[in-house]
């Protein structure tokens, strides 16, 4: 288990799903000591209109959930790596060396919790293919992933978000000629060109870059739209979006 963990919001078999993701356990997965995956779900008692945990039933989860972690990877060498909300349940996926210990560690810490009802399971899954495939984000994911980073940092240094100001886009392209089709796809007067540039390092797969500048404010709602539109349009044109950043407005 690492220290670098992250949570976004995706659909699951159709069905919304918030996912809390060891991003960091990536750079050394699969693990060929723990080939084979656990897993535990526990259906809440009271979830929202989309299948997510409530404020009041949260606390009550969380302590379920530290209840029997630390004493599967005791008991196992199982280590978690994410954890996902959907369908009125929360599920819990491990990676272990065998499944010895396993059943009789969950129902021994799920005793004292005894409205809740829960379920175990297994299977061999050297490749990691559920930790890769279901739980580690996607590009759109990561950039939902970025674009929380960011808005966390203005908020924590204070930032209105609201308030308008110019924020700056970037993104890079393959050759010369879809960066300009790209930009000749912008909206006409809202992005400015700030800088274009070619990166000669010959590892680059995308050297031909773009900034732009756009005023708009930095609310979640706003970001989302403008963002996706821009990942959206670059991939359209054989690029990729490369982020943002803005200065704080604090009033």
Known sequence: MSDKWEVYFAPVDEEPAAIL??????????DADRPMLLWVLVPMLSPDDNGFATEEEEPRLTELEDAFIDAVELTTGAILVGRMTTCGRREFYFYAKSTEGFEDTIAEAMEKFEDYEFETGSLE???WLQY????????????QIFNRQVIERLTDSGDLLTKPRPVTHHASFKTPEDRAEFLK??????YKIKDESFDDDDECDWPYTVSLERVSPVDWETVEEITFELFDLANEFDGEYDGWGSPVVRG
């Open 21 to 30: 993701v060891d991003l960091g356990i990536a750079e050394t997965a699969p």
């Open 125 to 127: 899954d050297e490749e």
């Open 132 to 143: 890769f495939n279901v739980l580690y984000p996607g590009p759109e994911d990561e950039q």
């Open 185 to 190: 796809s912008l909206p006409g007067g809202t």
